[in-house]
């Protein structure tokens, strides 16, 4: 799928990967679907879920669990390079998952980040964002009860793979990660800015990823 790149996203990624926007409405709560994909965007990124990376990923999900009923949930927070950004956002994640995982006990849990979204996600997992580009410290993680609910996570672009972090522990195994030949955001030795905002041709490996893990019974 192409995409028109808005006019002033490209230039923003150029200097530190975005431009500030408002912050989207509070999402209310998803209801209890069978699968609730939760997604971080990108700095600036414009777009329900995000234009590059949440809205094709969210629209490949529900393709691909054909026959589950698929909610979405778009983390509230400034996605902007304002400190702190990333850390509000892996705090309502956190909520966001825990009040889900209480309410509804059957519910599955995809989580997608995109640039400073995938520090979001990162974060919220328990590997620390501080010190990449528009990270910020775990304020904080899910938590145990809810940790097996999570069935995948997908990250694109992770400004922490720059500094050779990825994630570990319990969770790896559950992640996909996409970081672009040349993409600067993720790569010490990346010099296109344009690998960072090609993404969406990713969206369908990425849901045929958790969609495995859920319909597998992971």
Known sequence: MRFARPAGFAAALLMSSGLPLLAAPPAGAAACSDVDVVVARGTGEPGTLGVI???????????????????????????SLQPGSASQGNQD??????HQAEACGGQRFVL???????????????ISSEG????????????????PRVAALLTFGPPIA???????????????????VGDP???????????????TRNAGEAAAFAAARITGGQ
């Open 53 to 79: 990376v949440g809205d094709p990923v969210f629209s490949a999900m529900k393709k691909a669990l054909a026959g589950k009923t698929v909610s979405s949930y778009a983390v509230h927070y400034p996605a």
């Open 93 to 98: 994640l956190v909520d966001h998952v825990t």
């Open 132 to 147: 990449a580009l528009v990270g910020g410290p775990i304020v904080a993680t899910i938590p145990p009860e809810a940790a």
């Open 112 to 126: 997608v980040g995109y640039s400073q979204g995938a520090n979001v996600v990162a974060n919220s997992v328990g």
């Open 162 to 180: 720059k500094l050779g972090k990825h994630i570990t522990g319990d969770y790896a195994d559950r992640t996909e990660e996409f970081c672009a």
């Open 185 to 199: 955001v993720c790569r010490p030795d990346g010099t296109n800015i344009f690998a960072h905002l090609g993404y």
